[in-house]
């Protein structure tokens, strides 16, 4: 299967999903069955029958679960992870979906596909469907760098504002600092110099041509709120922060259900409101959005949890062919270039 231009093709990492290898070969088919062309790389005794538009290649070697994933990338070049890789770098397709793990995902398209130029780090951007939000939140990074200087989110704020602007269509984004305290003063180091740094860029050159809204510190409570468009972190705190979310979502709809269980009231009640809560579950479900986008390389890469059934994969399949489809990689790069936020431009206030 070859790369062309009537027709995206996602190469995609069936090892590293909880539920097997077989269950993202189904996402793949379900996909295919929209009209994506999917290039699997797994061990293809597990993969089972696949749809017209999913090939396959015989690569049962994962590193998904490796304790040191650059190590693992660079000595297995045999690894599924790497050789998806390195099909998207040579044209083979278009875009990488990795089924689990996220350092072996970025450990392979660092070393394969590549950083974009003026890039510091490539980072996880999730938007997050919120009740009441006229568009998802954007949060970033959701876990490619547990930890991050002050020029990398500054770097952060400008991406995820390109990101929210090409791919959600918000004309000038909020952006916002994720910190214990909305003062500028709050906050770690890392934030407090961050949030010195973008103000002071802001209120020069780019003050009349910034492509986001600097809102400042947001707190937790913020993010489900509303209060910005894209909230940034380090990836340590991001990811936490997005488990957080999912979990009580989780927990809020359970205590729903039980609720409505429970008498023949709970009961009338749930069945007149069954369609409006199956509404919400799906909004906010975590595989219905299909993972996040790993912005920062030459191509496009999705990142999906590992723990999604196969209706997770196809939406990631699905996000990523989307994502060529708007040409998110260029369209954000050219952004950046616009803002003056990549690294060969001064993305550091002048001393």
Do not use: W
């Not at 077989?22 to 088919?29: I, Q």
């Not at 990836?235 to 999912?246: A, R, S």
């Not at 920062?296 to 990631?316: I, K, M, N």
């Amino acid at each position: 299967m070859c790369a062309d231009d009537s027709a995206s093709v996602v190469a995609v990492d069936a090892n590293g999903a909880d539920l097997g290898p077989a269950e993202v070969a189904a996402g793949a088919n379900a996909a295919a069955q929209q009209g994506v062309r999917v290039l699997l790389f797994g061990p293809v005794a597990e993969l089972g029958p696949l749809a017209p538009g999913v090939s396959a290649v015989d690569a049962p070697l994962s590193i998904a679960k490796s304790k040191d994933p650059a190590r693992a990338a660079r000595t297995h070049p045999d690894a599924s992870i790497v050789r998806a890789a390195r099909a998207v770098a040579a044209g083979e397709a278009h875009a990488l979906v990795c089924a689990g793990g996220t350092g072996a995902a970025l450990a392979a398209g660092l070393f394969n596909i590549k950083r974009t130029r003026g890039i510091y780090r490539p980072a996880l951007a999730l938007p997050l469907p919120m009740p009441g939000c006229p568009a998802p939140v954007t949060l970033m990074d959701v876990g490619a760098n547990a930890a991050a200087r002050p020029e990398h989110l500054v770097q952060f704020a400008f991406m995820g504002a390109a990101f929210a602007h090409t791919v959600l269509g918000i004309a000038r984004p909020r952006v916002g600092f994720l910190s214990n305290g909305e003062e500028a003063e709050r906050g770690s180091e890392t934030v407090v110099a961050a949030h010195e740094q973008l103000t002071a860029l802001l209120a020069g050159e780019l003050s009349a041509t910034a492509m986001l809204q600097f809102v400042g510190n947001v707190e937790g409570m913020d993010v489900p709120a509303g209060a910005a468009d894209v909230v940034v972190t380090d990836g340590f705190t991001g990811n936490v922060c997005l488990k957080l979310i999912e979990g009580v979502s989780s927990t809020v709809l359970g205590a729903i259900r039980e609720a409505a269980t429970r008498s023949a009231g709970g009961q009338l009640g749930g069945l007149l409101l069954r369609s409006s809560l199956r509404a919400f579950r799906e909004s906010i479900d975590p595989e219905q959005q299909g993972g996040a986008y790993l912005l920062g390389l030459r191509r496009l890469a999705v990142v999906p949890h590992g723990r999604f059934r196969s209706s997770g994969f196809a939406a990631a399949i699905l996000r990523a062919d989307r994502g060529v489809k708007a040409d998110v990689v260029a369209s954000t790069h050219s952004a950046l270039d616009a803002a003056g936020a990549l690294r060969s431009s001064p993305v550091r206030p002048p001393r």
